[in-house]
């Protein structure tokens, strides 16, 4: 009891650890309040761990040099409780577009657009000639029509707002006929089926999962109907016994039957992939010139932007589609606008884009490079797992991502790490290791396949960062 009590009374006071050196520097960065807080919360602890007759901590207490050790933890506390959950992370997982871990890397000159428009005011909605009320696609919709070849273009959020705020616009309370094969679900909750009621159409599935007829849409069409669409299924293949119909086919009969004809195309590029060696994806102005009266896709899949949806079409129905009070619900801000702006720019420059676009440089990187990527940096994971998993180079795929273009596609190299047999060959060592990796400062995040760990290189960038990371990697001592 006694031991107790001189420990309560050898705490420091909240005023006495204030003035602690340590303390005093976190107090002038980040304020005074969340240091005091912090100090509460920690003597609120050691006190109930006395009370719990904690007898090291009572030793601990009395020791001289107690107050230093209070402070540090005070101040690990304080920094903590200010770090951001959202870090940079080093994506090996060899999907290039990855959804979960942010998509596309922008290019400098979108985040140069981006900190100026971010610092300071802008004529976002302001029509510097008249001096009243502007219109913010002004800032953009000649450009993405001059590419695309589209009398009108409207931006939101991303794709899904996209193809809401289209279906809601043109076909609220009305039937939208689709062909069954083409009901996609993107990843969780975007599901076409799903997009078509929260928009308030129905749905009119038609064909069956594998072919579809031109007769099915002309035999569905209605006074119900509201228009005819098509999803491009970009995360899935059809195989085998199949038909689907032309664009330019349903294009002709929206035409007769005085419907709109709306396509989504997902990853939506704007230019011609096979220049990267990857096979033909629909391009935006090749499915406006087969006919689509309206074409969304998204900014941060194929296009290597920012999130965003850019809706592309006949001028009456961009009009119609701004004009929806949704629009203002979905509409982007200043530094989307900034940064989609400048990619739209970059693309006006076909010849470099390979260079420019992070994304698109990464799609397009040599394998050779990739290579030499993999024989500088395998000694150095060897090393780091020496004695407790093999480490080699193999030969791996690289996917897209995202629902653009499905299936592995770009031949590339990977660091593999296969626990040895006997040591630890079981699924829970790796699983360990894997983690070990993805708690690093700058976390390294790669894909367990085949009793493997693996890490694809291709957008790798930062070699160096992957060092210093390596060398703060836990120790894998050799037990035996
Ligand atoms: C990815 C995708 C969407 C959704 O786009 P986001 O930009 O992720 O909202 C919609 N439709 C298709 C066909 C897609 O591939």
């Known amino acids: 009891m006694n031991s107790q009590n001189n420990a309560f009374k050898a705490l420091p006071s909240v005023d006495k650890a204030l003035q602690s050196d340590s303390l005093r520097t976190l107090v002038k960065s980040l304020g005074h309040e969340p240091v005091k807080e912090a100090i509460r919360e920690k003597l609120n602890e050691v006190r109930s761990g006395i009370a719990d007759a904690d007898e090291q901590l009572i030793q601990a207490i009395r020791s001289e040099d107690y107050i230093d050790e209070f402070c540090k933890d005070v101040a690990e506390r304080v920094k903590k409780s200010f770090s951001s959950s959202l870090v940079p992370v080093i994506n090996l997982t060899g999907t290039v577009v990855h959804t979960n871990l942010g998509r596309a890397r922008l290019p400098k000159e979108a985040i140069d657009a981006i900190e100026t428009v971010a610092t300071q005011a802008t004529n976002l909605e302001f029509d510097l000639v008249t001096g009243k009320r502007g219109d913010r696609d002004a800032h953009i919709e000649n450009s993405i029509c001059q590419l695309t ?35 996609v679900e993107i990843g969780g909750a975007f599901r076409i089926p799903d997009v078509m009621k929260s928009a308030g159409c129905t749905l009119r599935e038609i064909g069956t999962t594998n072919r579809t007829h031109l007769r099915d849409y002309e035999s569905a069409i209605s006074s119900n109907t509201g228009l005819l669409m098509k999803v491009h299924t970009s995360n899935y293949e059809i195989r085998g016994f199949t038909n689907s119909v032309s664009e330019e ?18 990853s939506g590029t704007l230019v011609d992939l096979t220049q990267f060696g990857l096979p033909h994806e629909p391009t ?31 001028k009456e129905l961009v009009a119609a589609i701004k004009k929806n009070p949704l629009k203002r619900a979905l509409r982007v801000d200043k530094i989307t606008m900034a940064a989609l702006s400048e990619i739209i720019s970059l693309y006006r420059d076909p010849h470099r884009l390979a260079q420019r676009i992070p994304l698109l440089a990464d799609l397009a990187r040599p394998l050779e490079e990739i290579n030499e990527v993999a024989e500088r940096l395998l000694p150095k994971f060897s090393k780091k797992l020496d004695g407790l998993a093999e480490v080699r180079i193999e030969d791996c795929k690289s996917q897209i991502g995202s629902g653009a273009l499905p299936l592995d596609l770009l031949k590339s190299k990977a660091i593999v790490i296969q626990p040895i047999a006997g040591k630890g060959q079981n699924d829970a060592e790796l699983q360990k290791i894997a983690a070990d990796f993805r708690q690093l400062p700058v976390p390294i995040i790669g894909r367990i396949h085949d009793g493997k760990l693996i890490f694809d290189l291709r957008c790798l960038r930062d070699e160096d960062e992957v060092t210093s990371q390596l060398s703060m990697l836990r120790n894998y001592a050799v037990t035996d």
């Open 149 to 183: 070849g589209a009398e009108a273009a409207t931006v939101v959020n991303n794709n899904a707002a996209a193809v809401l705020l289209v279906l809601n616009t043109l076909a609220q309370g009305k039937e939208v006929i689709i062909s069954r094969g083409e009901l």
């Open 249 to 266: 086919e349903i294009s002709q009969l929206a035409q007769v039957k005085e419907l709109a004809f709306v396509s989504d195309l997902g």
């Open 284 to 314: 935006v102005s090749e499915t406006l010139e087969q006919g689509a009266d309206i074409v969304t896709f998204s900014g941060d899949k194929l296009l290597g932007g920012p999130q965003a949806g850019i809706i592309v079409g006949k």
